[in-house]
């Protein structure tokens, strides 16, 4: 290599014919380090270094957590939170950031984790999913007995596997500290297009008690509106709210323009006399909002003067027409959460500003008695996009079978499918409480399910798509032996009837027709519509399952298709709720079984 010389001024320079960038890196922080006593002498030209510094490792975090590609956006917005100076440069830090991101994904993945294990090891442990559960820090002010937890769902569907984090950690809490956990139901009057449904409070419940989350309490906010309507008009009467008649166009202008609403600055008389009309039936749904007064500059426009309460004319579920006034949700958890004593609201970091608009109305009111915010990131799976409202239309239209449908990624689709609670907990909590988002195949989850199953699984034969194949030369020969579980030989063995002629899997007849392989626990043959027996004993040969006859059976898939081939005959024995694992397909449920048919969910391989 050779001599080196690097120039620093109000920019860095350098003036290598060809430069590793690792070892430029390496040599910046090597000066920057050389000059931290004297921060004098450093504090205007050690931006630059720097940023050039967190793009790097940021980008070689986001390529080893992403199967080695890295996101320029992801990277850029991890810079600019970590430095909030950058955001006066965004355009120069985006453009650098991009240059950095297609270098490192140029890199082997080895090579990536290589060098981020080398720069900022820290990053690399955050990009590992953690292998097990890990004991979860402490809550805040927490106390022994005296922990008020709640879980908010929304009745709008079943509870799915993106709705897991919530409640998991909720209920872990609540069981670390001896607490109680209240299931409150969001059941505040919905939209159009995202109705509340009277089957999805059962569903909810229903999903929770097969997740083992224990609650002591269920509560609707649909029983609780004289109480939202009691504190409505405490605040109305402070003057820092008021009725608002402006069409949603008007007020989502206003924002913009970070003006306020010609009805922010009437008396309260007027507003407690429009807030009255409100609940008389004199507005019509869209003619009138409650809205908090807020500051009209602040940042973010959704938070400018929120509206606290709405109209709507359509029936509730549970309550009919009873009501027509309906508070949002923020306002109806600043309510419930002081007079229900919870003592901690633990969600995502999605909802920072329902905090702040309950700590608004607090500040207001004086409510001193107030729950600590606690937040986590989001759990994301790869390819994977949740929606209720887009299953609930899909099953209207047939398109997916019902809310156990595997493609749905509802709770009731992961029971279906053979899912253990244990492992969607153990999953959970291997990310402990963290504000990281965090993405993750869903083989993440499935490993956690077959560290608990794999022992329990007996295994079968089933042939997809049969071929039928006779095996010529073959000795005489009626059944053989398997294991039940090549782990657990005490369990017993199964018999399986034999034969010259069976059938295998398409798959395989098609992948090594013409070539040796094994029929799994029988015999060795060159395989062909008539196959050529070799011999009995065990060889390093590719072994594949088969059945003579048996069973028909019919294996749902999570993508909604289906396969359909022969079971053994000993899968007709089977029960419902049992989980096997067909050899070299995979685990599955068994759903139901009849004379004519076998019928199984697959759960993972």
Known sequence: MQPREYYFRESVVFTPSQRDISDFFA????????????????????????????????ALQNAAFHGGKADAKAVLGKMLAEDATLRTRAREVADHVERVVADVNRLPPETQRAELSAIAPELLERATIAAGPKELPPLPDAVDGKVVLRLAPYPSGPLHIGNARAFVLNDAYAKKY????????????????????????????EG????????????????????????????????????????????????????????????????????????AGEYAEGEAVVRLKTDMADPNPAFRDRVLFRIAERDHPRV??????????????????????????????????EDQMETRIWDILGIRRRPEFVHFGILRFKDLELSKSRYRKEIAAGHLTGIDDPRTWSLQSLQRRGIRPAALREFVLSFGLSLNDIEVPAETLYAENRKLIDKDANRYFFVADPI???????PPIEHVKAPLHPDFPGRGHREIPAGPKLHVAQEDFEKFRGKEVRLKDFCNIVLDHRARFVSMGNKDIPKIQWVTHGVNVHLALPDGSESRGLGEPLVASLKVNDVVQFERVGFARIDHVSKAEVRAFFAHR
């Open 178 to 205: 001896h607490g109680r956990l209240l299931l409150v139901f969001d059941d505040t009057i919905g939209s159009e297009e995202k109705p509340l449904l009277p089957e999805a409070f059962d569903q909810v419940r």
């Open 27 to 58: 040599f910046v922080t090597e000066w920057l380090d050389s000059l931290r006593p004297q921060k004098s002498l450093y504090a205007a030209s050690v931006r630059t270094p720097v940023s050039l510094e967190s793009a790097r490792k940021f």
């Open 320 to 353: 009919g027409d009873r009501y027509r006034v309906w508070p949002m949700l923020e306002f109806s958890w600043a309510v419930d959460d002081a007079l229900l004593g919870v003592s901690h609201v633990l969600r995502g970091k999605d909802l920072v500003m």
């Open 468 to 474: 039928a194949v006779e095996i010529t030369g073959l």
């Open 208 to 279: 929770l008690e097969w997740a083992g989350v224990e609650y002591q309490e269920v509560l609707y906010k649909s029983d609780r509106i004289p109480l939202h309507y009691e504190w409505a008009e405490k605040l109305l009467s402070t003057g820092e709210a008021y009725v608002c008649e402006c069409d949603a166009d008007t007020l989502r202008k206003n924002r913009e323009a970070m003006k306020a609403c010609v009805h922010r600055i009437q008396s309260v008389d007027e507003t407690i006399a429009m807030w009255k009309a409100m609940l």
